[in-house]
C-alpha cells in the first residue's frame, strides 16, 4: 500500500494541507490529538482516515516547522 500523501488544493478545505482524497485536514489532526484524542479514537470519528495518514500529517507538520526561518526580534530597552 502506498504512502498515503498530504496534499493542498485551493479549491479543497480554501488550500490548506489535507489527507489526499479527503478533507481532513492536517490541522483538525494536530488539534485533535493536542487536545488529548488517541489516534484510535480519530480512526473511529474519521471512517476514511487511516492510521498512516495520520503519521503522514504528523510528518508533513514536523517537516513544516523544520523548514521555517526564525528572525528573533530584537530586546528593546526601557
Known amino acids: ?3 498515503p500523501s498530504i496534499t493542498s488544493d485551493p479549491t ?3 488550500g490548506k494541507p489535507v489527507v ?5 485536514t492536517v490541522e483538525m489532526i494536530l488539534r485533535k ?5 488517541s489516534i484510535e479514537q480519530l480512526l473511529d470519528a474519521h ?3 487511516s492510521r498512516e495518514a495520520v ?3 504528523l510528518r508533513f507538520a ?4 523544520g523548514a521555517e526561518v526564525v528572525h528573533p ?3 528593546q530597552s526601557a
Do not use: K
Not at 489526499?20 to 481532513?24: H, K, M
Not at 514536523?62 to 516547522?65: G, L, V, Y
Open 1 to 3: 500500500m502506498p504512502e
Open 12 to 14: 479543497v478545505m480554501l
Open 20 to 24: 489526499a482524497g479527503t478533507r481532513i
Open 33 to 37: 490529538l493536542g487536545a488529548g484524542e
Open 47 to 49: 471512517p476514511r482516515l
Open 55 to 57: 503519521l503522514a500529517a
Open 62 to 65: 514536523a517537516a513544516s516547522i
Open 73 to 75: 526580534l530584537e530586546r
